[in-house]
């Protein structure tokens, strides 16, 4: 095995900052990263050797900081060389790093730097630290901001700014090595907002590097693999399953331009791995099928016969249909090549798999996908597990469950049907959260994954949540009865409640107070008393202007976006709420399935 072609294990690496070390020493021609010059108008690729150099300048200009090992170093900026050369550095000077959305609110941010006592800000624009400007005051604690554009103004408002093209050396020397230990906290990464003030999840270089070595085991990336990146770094998925995994196999990782640009670089790219959320392939389906509905017989026919035959195939390599009769068997070359392979070319056409996680992906999309020959693999995680517990494998693939647990996790199954783990992988605790530490845990020190699950033949199936969380397609968790709280506030709102599991925004049933639904409708020049004018243009986006300026507070993916006006209250009487007066919600979703159907008319090919 040649040097380049060697797994780094996570005994070898012990840090992540030494996985980094170790690749670059065995593979230093080899590409490592692919990203957009947009001064040049081209992609540019790095390589391992080249990454070493940038690296060793962003050490030095972070030492010049005086951080103590421990003080925590906060990311603000898309997916770049950057964002890789800053949180290396920062991990091999014993300094934590604290990835941030770069879409998410300036008040949560405002929180999380806070909270974090981050000492240090990278930014990648200067727009971002300007929206951050007036929430200073709130995290004290922070000293330089760093600004990857050069019209970032040195000196402007109460904390110095300086761009990246100053602060980096214009030469160092190597890049020094720190005897670390694996154990040691590397970063925090906070989950969701929305039940009650986020959580920093405490991952070590052993809980990351154990994760991805054991993903390595099951699904493993190669030399020759490019990953193309888009979900954000500060995604612990992305992080892992599309970073450390691929940095131990040597495989290269592309930056996408931007979401908009995607489709363009996914051709330009062609990717052998994708990582995603559901969400890009539930596009890739709905965009498949609306082009079908112009299409002629003959096409929709073949389309359709395509996916029949598709599946029958896929089931039959993986064991579970007896070999298919001979129609099907000369079929499916052709249709794989006449009908399959353009699908397959929206995606680059070169893919060996394709991961889906962080929310449940629809079945009839992925039976879609493996139809269509795409080697779509799903799996399931919590960032408290840094984050992979489970995945199918190409060997192994249904599906319907999100895969056999990965080697090493040990489980239990709770006495009301929760998962319960163990594992190298789990955290070590929340970031200045001592009681939510130790209410994650139960009384043995098994992890709580707070979902309901089936396990039948090593096969893992979830079946619910214990708490009412919705997970849209992109995704984001959200605490529903948080946003109802908020929202029922609203003087004009009796009831409320959210809907959006498994779709790409959340929306709201909203049962209005009679009397104040009488003085907005005059207002908008409504008949209050036409049930048409429920449903008017106008009362929807005043109600929505309405949430807007109540939930500024939530982050930005718990926004509401679309809302059904209602005016039959929900009681006890018609079956709507309990004796406690709390949501029926299974029983509101059915009574009121089409309206709900209609806030999502048009969402799944929406951008």
């Known amino acids: 095995m040649s040097p380049d072609h060697h797994v780094i294990s996570a005994s070898e690496a012990l840090t992540l900052h030494g996985l980094f070390a170790i690749r670059a020493r065995l593979s230093p021609d080899q590409a490592a990263f692919h990203q957009f010059d947009t001064a040049g108008r081209q992609w540019r690729t790095y ?9 060793a300048r962003w050490q030095e200009a972070l030492a010049r900081e005086s951080l103590a090992p421990g003080e925590r170093v906060a990311l603000l900026l898309a997916n770049s060389v ?30 999380l730097l806070a909270d974090s006592d981050a000492r240090l800000l990278l930014v990648g624009t200067w727009h971002q630290w300007c929206l951050l400007l007036p929430h200073v005051h709130r995290f004290p604690g922070l000293a330089r901001v760093i600004c990857l554009e050069d019209e970032a103004a040195a000196g402007n408002g109460p904390l110095p700014v300086i761009p990246v093209s100053a602060w980096l050396p214009e030469t160092t020397g190597a890049l020094k090595s720190r005897t670390a230990d694996p154990d040691e906290l590397a970063t925090i990464v906070y989950t ?6 986020p959580k920093g999840v405490m991952l070590s270089h052993r809980n990351i590097l154990w994760n991805a070595e054991a993903l390595q085991q099951v699904v493993p990336s190669h030399p020759g693999d490019v990953l193309l990146s888009f979900l954000p770094l500060s995604h612990s998925f992305e992080r ?77 390599t993986q064991g579970r249909q ?89 489980y239990r199954i709770g006495n009301n049907g929760e998962l319960l783990i163990k594992s190298p992988g789990v955290m070590l605790g929340y970031w200045n959260q001592p009681e939510q530490t130790r209410q994650a845990f139960d009384d043995q020190g098994w992890l709580r994954t707070g979902d309901v699950v089936e396990i039948s033949h090593g096969m893992l199936y979830i079946r619910g949540r214990l708490k009412e969380i919705l997970v849209t397609s992109t995704g984001k968790k959200i605490a529903p009865m948080d ?42 020049g409504l008949d209050p008393g036409d049930p048409a004018s429920l449903e008017a243009e106008p009362a929807r ?48 979703e059915q009574r009121y399935r089409d309206a709900i159907a209609h806030l999502y008319r048009g969402a799944r090919s929406s951008p």
């Open 240 to 316: 892992t399953v599309g970073y450390y995994a691929p940095m131990m196999a040597g495989s290269s990782s592309a930056y996408v331009r931007s979401i908009k640009q995607l489709a363009d670089d996914l051709l330009a790219i062609r990717p052998t791995i994708l990582i995603s959320v559901p969400r890009i392939f539930e596009k890739l389906h709905a965009r498949v099928e609306q082009g079908l509905e112009s299409r002629g017989m003959l096409s929709r026919w073949l389309f359709r016969m395509t996916t029949e035959v598709g599946w029958a195939w896929f089931e039959y």
């Open 192 to 197: 969701s907002g929305t039940t009650g003030p």
């Open 483 to 524: 946003l109802e709280m908020a929202i029922s506030a609203d003087p004009l709102v009796r009831q409320a409640m959210v809907v959006g599991e498994g779709m790409p925004f959340i929306a709201a049933l909203l049962v209005l107070r009679r009397e104040a639904w009488q003085e907005l409708a005059a207002d908008l």
């Open 322 to 410: 007896p070999k298919p009769g001979l129609m099907v068997r000369l079929l499916h070359p052709l249709l794989q090549r006449l009908v399959a392979a353009r699908v397959r070319g929206r995606l680059g056409g070169r893919l060996r798999f394709a991961a889906s996680g962080g929310a449940p992906l629809q079945e009839e999309v992925a039976r879609f996908l493996l139809a269509m020959g795409i080697p779509l693999l799903q799996g399931y995680g919590l960032t408290e597990a840094a984050p992979v517990i489970s995945t199918n494998t190409l060997e192994r693939n249904d599906p319907a469950s999100v895969g056999p647990l990965l080697p090493g996790v040990r």
């Open 47 to 55: 390589s391992w050797g080249d990454m070493l150099a940038m690296i």
């Open 541 to 588: 986006q005043a109600l929505l202007e309405r949430l807007d300026r109540r939930l500024h507070r939530f982050p930005r993916h718990a926004r509401i976006r679309s809302v059904a006006l209602l005016l039959e209250a929900w009681t006890p009487e018609n079956g709507l709420l309990t004796p406690t007066l709390k949501l029926k919600r299974q029983q509101i």
């Open 82 to 111: 950057q964002w890789v050369c800053c949180e290396q550095a920062a991990l091999s000077l014993g300094l934590v790093v604290v990835p941030l959305y770069i879409w998410d609110s300036p008040e949560n941010l405002a929180w």
